[in-house]
C-alpha cells in the first residue's frame, strides 16, 4: 500500500511518502509561508523521485488540524483534489497526534508522556497530551499557567515539544519532571503508523465534506500591504 502523506498545519511544509507502513521518501522545508509556494513542488519530487506514478497512490494522509489556519486549508485543499481526481481514500490524522507519534517513533525507549504544543498566538497554545498507548486528555486550546499540568507532571516525565513550547518554558519547566526538546521537529512522516491502521481499519474520510479542524474561529489580520486601505 502506497500512502502519500502531507503535514502543513504549522510553519513546516512536509511531504512523504510510505509504502508498506515504511517511509520511502521525505522532502520538507521550514521556511515561513512556503505551503503555497512549495507543497505541490514537493508532491511532484517525491513521486519522480521514486518513480511513482499518480495512478501508483492508493490513499492520501493530510494533518488535519489543530494550526494554521492557512496552512490547512491549503493541505487538505490539496489533498482533498488528489483524492478526487484519482478516486482514492483521504486519511486525517490529528495534528497533535502526529507530533506525538513522531516522538515516540524517534525516541523508543522513551515511556513517559508527550505534550505536543502549537503556538495558537495571543498567549494560547493548541495542547494534548499523549502515552504511548494512546491520548490522555484531548485536544483544547489554553493560555498557560503556573500549575496546571502538575497533574501530570506529578506522575513522571512530561516532555513538552512543538512550536509553542518554548514560551511556556519559564511556567511549567520549575517542576522537576517538566522535559522540553527544543531540537523536534514535525514531520509527515509521523502518520504513517496512524494512516496505516485507519486505512485498516476503513477510517476515511468523506472527500466532499471533510473540513479541518480549525479548533478556533479564523480573525483576520489588518492588512500591512502598502497602497491598500481599511
Known amino acids: 500500500m502506497t500512502i502519500l502523506l502531507l503535514e502543513t498545519a504549522t510553519q513546516t511544509c512536509s511531504v512523504a511518502l510510505s509504502k508498506n507502513g515504511a517511509i ?3 522532502i520538507h522545508s521550514d521556511e515561513s509561508n512556503a505551503h503555497s509556494s512549495k507543497l505541490a513542488v514537493f508532491i511532484d519530487s517525491v513521486l519522480k523521485d521514486n518513480a511513482i506514478k499518480n495512478t501508483d497512490i492508493d490513499a492520501v494522509c493530510v494533518s488535519s488540524g489543530p494550526g494554521s489556519y492557512t496552512g490547512l486549508r ?4 490539496s489533498a482533498k483534489g488528489i483524492c478526487y481526481a484519482l478516486d482514492i481514500p483521504l486519511i486525517s490524522v490529528p495534528t497533535l497526534q502526529n507530533m506525538a507519534s513522531l516522538y515516540y517513533m524517534q525516541h523508543p525507549d522513551y515511556q513517559g508522556l508527550v505534550c505536543p504544543m502549537i503556538d495558537a498566538r495571543r498567549m494560547e497554545c493548541y495542547t494534548a497530551i499523549y502515552s504511548r498507548d494512546g491520548q490522555e486528555r484531548g ?3 489554553e493560555v498557560i499557567e503556573k500549575g496546571m499540568y502538575d497533574m501530570w507532571l506529578d506522575r513522571g516525565p512530561v516532555t513538552f515539544i512543538g ?3 518554548a514560551k511556556t518554558h519559564d511556567i511549567l519547566s520549575v517542576h522537576q ?3 522540553y526538546d527544543t531540537d523536534f521537529t514535525i514531520s509527515a512522516s509521523g502518520m504513517i503508523p496512524i494512516a496505516e491502521a485507519k486505512m485498516a481499519n476503513n477510517e476515511t474520510e468523506n472527500v466532499a465534506y471533510f473540513e479541518p479542524f480549525y479548533l478556533k474561529d479564523f480573525v483576520a489580520k489588518k492588512s500591512v500591504v502598502h ?3 481599511d
Open 139 to 141: 485536544t483544547m486550546a
Open 24 to 26: 520511502v521518501s521525505e
Open 163 to 165: 512550536d509553542g513550547a
Open 227 to 229: 497602497g491598500l486601505r
Open 177 to 179: 519532571n517538566a522535559c
Open 74 to 77: 491549503i493541505g487538505v485543499s
